[in-house]
């Protein structure tokens, strides 16, 4: 099947026709994705100088939403807090429950909506076909959580210690996500394209 233009992502490649057999490939795509998502979670490294640990989510939060694209990218990563704050164990390292979302990274994980609706609006728009915009999209959406972090998180610590302590920390650790994924999308496409699935 071939896709003209680049208002398509990964998902929409070889998504069904019929109107009955799309909604239940976007449902199994939503929770797959709020599943990878949980399961990056668990990549969890407590730091001792702060209450924030290192997490593979962040991955997740930019993967997903690039391949799925806005819609389904929110509604994965919604089902995902969803799923965490109804108990099970799917925030960082194992926890779950409404006190985590009101806890110290409460912030963070409101932040990832946010930045998934900017990834998969920006990779409906073709962002994710070549290195350079990929890596600034994916920057984008982590400044974006970075910012949601740092304002909840003032309200446990002073205001001194929030770059100390909820951003610098996670910054080399994020650029090398954000590298990764800027590699991998833009390969993909070209992949497709050598293929003649799409242009």
Same mark, same amino acid.
């Given at each position: #099947?071939k896709?003209?233009g680049t208002?398509v992502?990964?998902? *929409?490649?070889? !998504?069904?026709?019929? /109107?009955?057999?799309?909604? &239940?490939?976007d449902?199994a795509?939503?929770l797959?994705?709020? &599943?990878?998502?949980?399961l990056t979670?668990?990549?969890?490294i407590?730091?001792?100088?702060? +209450?924030? +640990?290192i997490t593979g989510?962040?991955?997740?939060? $930019? #993967?997903i939403p690039?391949l799925l694209?806005s !819609? !389904?990218?929110?509604?994965?990563?919604?089902?995902y &807090?969803a799923?965490?704050l109804a108990?099970?164990p799917?925030?960082a390292?194992?926890?779950?429950?409404?006190?985590? $979302?009101?806890g110290?990274?409460?912030?963070? %994980?409101?932040?990832f909506l946010i930045a998934?609706?900017?990834?998969?609006y =920006?990779?409906?728009?073709?962002? *994710? !076909? /070549?290195v350079?915009?990929?890596?600034?999209m994916?920057?984008l959406?982590? =400044?974006?959580d970075?910012?949601f972090?740092?304002?909840?998180?003032?309200?446990?610590?002073? @205001? @001194?210690?929030?770059l *100390?302590?909820g951003?610098l +920390?996670f910054v080399?650790?994020d650029?090398? /996500?954000?590298? %990764?994924?800027?590699?991998?999308?833009?390969?993909?496409? /070209?992949? =497709?394209r050598s $293929?003649?699935?799409?242009k």
């Amino acid at each position: #099947m071939k896709l003209r233009g680049t208002t398509v992502t990964y998902a *929409d490649i070889i !998504r069904p026709q019929t /109107k009955s057999r799309a909604k &239940l490939y976007d449902a199994a795509l939503i929770l797959s994705g709020s &599943l990878m998502i949980a399961l990056t979670a668990q990549i969890a490294i407590p730091l001792p100088f702060t +209450p924030v +640990p290192i997490t593979g989510q962040m991955f997740g939060v $930019l #993967m997903i939403p690039a391949l799925l694209g806005s !819609r !389904r990218g929110v509604m994965a990563v919604a089902a995902y &807090l969803a799923e965490g704050l109804a108990g099970l164990p799917f925030f960082a390292g194992g926890m779950a429950g409404p006190a985590i $979302l009101m806890g110290t990274t409460g912030g963070y %994980l409101i932040g990832f909506l946010i930045a998934a609706l900017v990834v998969g609006y =920006l990779s409906e728009q073709g962002w *994710d !076909r /070549k290195v350079g915009s990929t890596f600034l999209m994916m920057a984008l959406a982590v =400044l974006i959580d970075y910012a949601f972090g740092a304002i909840w998180l003032s309200h446990f610590l002073p @205001s @001194s210690m929030i770059l *100390d302590l909820g951003i610098l +920390p996670f910054v080399i650790g994020d650029a090398l /996500k954000v590298s %990764l994924v800027a590699m991998v999308l833009p390969a993909g496409w /070209k992949g =497709l394209r050598s $293929l003649g699935v799409t242009k």
